[in-house]
């Protein structure tokens, strides 16, 4: 399907992530933005947990070794076929011999690259996704080099391109606004350290990759020594250890962890964390848990609308 | 040991049962009791139950298991589950290769607490170690404590790398690398098992609620194990112990 010309700075096959393993310490690992995947899928007609290849601030060069449908989402890496721009949030055909490169990020973080039938590799522990740190997963369990050939399955070409409606398509904005439930260790902080938390804006530091976002900013008072007896930490767990400083948890984060947990980002403002680059800044907003779940909710009815309301539109000539 | 289980906010798709805030196997068999149940019971909406310590992470989908629901299934699930007898444990017995370039902080182990290596050996192989949890990093299982005598502080300049199944000592701790990483324990000896294997299932030979007894092999022993293992055909020695 593709032969990678260049590799981009990371670029991983992910899926929604791989579950039922974190008792044996496994992270779920899986796309960053899982909106973005998920709809980079609809496009293409595949199921929502379909491979795609995630691509990180700047993306890779890949050159078709047959005919494939491809779908692009998440942060614009501005994508060109041959030289030409092409949209983003859109499927396009593309044939044997097409150059498809992406360059730097205009705006977000991460990028999606899917196929129609999705990227093909081997399952480990149920899941497409690679864990790089465990060397597991994915296209051979590591981020892909040149020369590598990602493989897909035949599809016809479309006709037509499908794009998604410019009012669903997220813009990714510095500083962003990242909802939290507080808990479960709020107690380890005193009622001004939680203050600072929810009234500052942290900056995203250069240490933040696929295990956390390491922040700088208002440093949060403690109330008592930051340790505690190790306990399950998960994506989104905001973890703030002894230099004061908050860590979001990502999908490659440990399963357990023995720093306090102040609060959690809801599951649907990930993917805006993950759109952040070093540089990008954000704040925290403290709702309560009825309307994290009136969120949830949310989310998935619109991307049901979304995936009623895909356009189509005739292909250039 | 708290009077009553606390229900813990971890977001909108995860909630923590925490029974107590210490290491303690009569808090842990707490935990067990509820892990157990639900893993037969398997409630619709429950992804995953993580156990830790002194709680239990329940993974679910607020839309098909709303909170209200799911901490009701879970209380009766801890009243019913708190009768249970706990079914036998398996003891896995870990063999190790202890000193020399396996373990080569076992000396300074044995200065620092005024015996032999022969003595440390002997300490750290005498008793079942309760596997509390599996995290950190895949496979990484976290020991009971090791009788005081043989305690070290961890080195004051981590290793770059520890070789996968080094077996070390941080403070009243005792631990097994599951790969190579870098690390600041003790090393004391290696094992040739592998900890952690993706392709099996589960990937983790050891899990919460295992005893794990470390038996001093020798070098000849330790290479031919690592090639059997190596080779897929090394069967750890597992029995069914009981244990309360």
Redesign the interface.
């Known amino acids: 399907m593709f032969q990678v010309v260049t590799p981009g700075i990371l670029t991983t096959v992910q899926d929604l992530g791989r579950?039922?393993?974190?008792?044996?310490?496994?992270?779920v690992a899986g796309v960053m933005d899982s909106f973005a995947a998920k709809v980079a899928n609809i496009l293409a007609g595949n199921a929502d947990n379909s491979a795609c290849l995630e691509m990180t601030i700047k993306g890779p060069t890949l050159k078709a070794i047959n005919q494939c449908n491809i779908a692009i989402t998440g942060a614009d890496l501005s994508p060109t076929v041959n030289g030409e721009r092409i949209d983003t949030w859109a499927t396009r055909p593309v044939k044997r011999g097409d150059v498809l490169s992406f360059s730097s990020a205009q705006s977000g973080c991460r990028g999606y690259l899917t196929v129609s039938g999705g990227i093909q590799v081997p399952s480990?522990?149920g899941s497409a996704s690679t864990y790089v740190?465990?060397g597991?997963?994915g296209y051979k369990g590591r981020a892909v080099r040149k020369g590598d050939v990602l493989r897909g399955t035949f599809s016809e070409p479309m006709r037509r391109i499908r794009c998604v409606p410019s009012e669903y398509i997220p813009s990714y904005t510095s500083p962003a606004t990242i909802r939290v439930?507080?808990?479960?260790?709020e107690d380890f902080f005193t009622e001004n350290g939680i203050k600072t938390f929810l009234n500052s804006t942290y900056e995203v530091t250069p240490d933040s990759d696929r295990m956390g976002y390491r922040l700088s900013g208002q440093p949060i008072e403690h109330s008592k020594e930051p340790e505690?007896?190790?306990?399950?930490a998960?994506v989104?767990?905001i973890q703030v250890p002894g230099d004061r400083m908050p860590i979001v948890l990502m999908k490659d984060a440990?399963?357990?962890?023995g720093y306090p947990?102040i609060a959690?980002?809801?599951?649907s403002d990930l993917d805006q964390v993950a759109q952040l680059t070093p540089g990008d800044s954000l704040r925290f907003k403290q709702i309560e848990?009825r309307e994290?779940?009136e969120?949830?909710?949310q989310v998935?009815k619109q991307l049901d609308r979304l995936k009623r309301n895909i356009k189509e539109a005739d292909l250039a000539p | 040991m708290y009077a009553g289980p606390r229900f813990l906010l971890a977001g909108d798709s995860a909630l923590v049962v925490e029974f107590g805030d210490k290491v303690s196997p009569d808090i842990y068999v707490k935990v067990r009791k509820l892990f157990l149940y639900l893993e037969k019971l398997t409630p619709k909406g429950i992804k995953e139950a993580v156990p830790t310590y002194r709680s239990l992470m329940i993974h679910y989908n607020p839309l098909e298991l709303p909170l209200q629901t799911l901490r009701s299934k879970l209380e009766k699930a801890i009243l019913e589950s708190a009768n249970m007898p706990l079914p036998r444990s398996r003891r896995i017995t870990v063999p190790v290769k202890y000193g020399g370039e396996y373990g080569p902080d076992l000396k300074d182990v044995a200065a620092h607490n005024k015996i032999t290596p022969e003595d440390v050996i002997r300490i750290h192989s005498s008793i079942d170690y309760l596997v509390y949890m599996i995290g950190f990093t895949p496979g990484f299982p976290y020991l009971g404590e090791p009788p005081r005598s043989i305690a070290c502080p961890r080195l004051t300049t981590p290793r770059v790398k520890v070789p996968a199944g080094s077996v070390g000592i941080a403070g009243t701790l005792t631990g097994i690398y599951p790969r190579e990483s870098p690390g600041g324990w003790r090393l004391i000896g290696r094992t040739p098992l592998k900890l952690f294997n993706e392709r099996s299932n589960p990937p983790s030979l050891l899990q919460a609620g295992d005893y794990i007894q470390f038996l001093s092999i020798t070098e000849t022993d330790y290479e031919r194990i690592l090639k059997e293992t190596q080779a897929g055909d090394y069967q750890p020695e597992i029995q069914q112990i009981e244990k309360q």
Not at chain 1, 181 to 185: A, F, K, N, Y
Not at chain 1, 254 to 257: K, L, Q, S, V, Y
């Open positions: 579950f039922g393993y974190q008792r044996y310490g496994v992270p480990v522990l740190r465990g597991f997963g439930v507080l808990g479960p260790q505690i007896v190790s306990d399950g998960t989104g767990s440990g399963t357990t962890g947990k959690h980002v809801i599951s848990i994290a779940y969120i949830v909710d998935m």
